[in-house]
């Protein structure tokens, strides 16, 4: 049973950087494919930015592209997310995602991590 487990929200002004991380305690996620997705209040949970973890491949939602980096650290058995020149739309509850990297939904979710970005 996947585990996901997010770390790393906080408080930042406009223009400053958090990086998000996401693990799956006891596990790898070798042949997952591992996504970030956010939802702000009020509005629909969102795609963010998804890795696939053997293959390294990568993929953003438009509004996030050259901001936003995801990547995975093997030593560490994490999946990161580096979130720069923050603006205040970018506030939501970030979430971590897993899924069978062949499957078409996740199916393993953690329980979020808030990011507050002030103008």
């Known amino acids: 049973q996947v585990r996901l487990a997010e770390s790393g929200g906080g408080l930042v002004q406009a223009g400053g950087s958090l990086r998000l991380s996401c693990t799956d305690s006891?596990?790898?996620?070798?042949?997952?494919?591992v996504g970030w997705f956010r939802q702000a209040p009020g509005k629909e949970r969102e795609f963010v930015a998804s890795?696939?973890?053997?293959?390294?491949?990568?993929d953003y939602a438009d509004g996030v592209k050259g901001r936003f980096t995801i990547s995975r650290d093997n030593t560490k058995k994490m999946v990161s997310l580096q979130l720069n020149n923050l603006a205040p739309e970018d506030t939501a509850v970030y979430y971590c995602?897993?899924?069978?990297?062949?499957?078409?939904?996740?199916?393993?979710w953690g329980q979020g991590t808030q990011v507050t970005v002030s103008s």
């Open positions: 995602a897993a899924k069978v990297a062949s499957s078409a939904s996740f199916a393993s």
């Open positions: 890795i696939v973890w053997s293959t390294g491949s990568t």
């Open positions: 006891g596990r790898t996620f070798r042949s997952y494919a």
